[in-house]
């Protein structure tokens, strides 16, 4: 298994992709993960709602968490796309500023 960063501010988009993927398929539950297409988006969607669950049983908002994750993943999307090619413009760069 990739050594992954212990901070996660030093985590690679990629690694961040392998991080939840070794968490998918950590638990039973989220089984079969792979579908003829690829990893089935189900399991990961299933994996989320737990989250969601542990949330509210902290006392934490769930949309509060879904709101702070979609800000931090265009945040992580949009400085990948600027230390792989700073001048240029990308397709998540153009869908991410939409929104």
Do not use: F, Q
């Given at each position: 298994m990739t050594e992954l960063p212990k901070n996660n501010e030093d985590f690679t988009n990629e690694q961040r992709a392998t991080a939840a993927l070794a968490a998918l398929e950590r638990v039973d539950k989220y089984q079969p993960l792979h579908t003829q297409e690829?990893?089935?988006?189900?399991?990961?969607?299933?994996?989320?709602?737990?989250?969601?669950?542990?949330?509210?049983?902290?006392q934490i908002e769930p949309d509060y968490?879904?709101?702070?994750?979609?800000?931090?993943f265009q945040a992580e999307v949009e400085e990948e796309a600027q230390v792989e090619n700073p001048e240029e413009p990308t397709p998540e760069r153009e869908k991410y500023a939409k929104s």
């Open positions: 690829g990893i089935d988006p189900d399991s990961i969607a299933d994996l989320v709602a737990d989250l969601l669950h542990l949330a509210r049983r902290n968490v879904i709101e702070t994750a979609k800000i931090n």
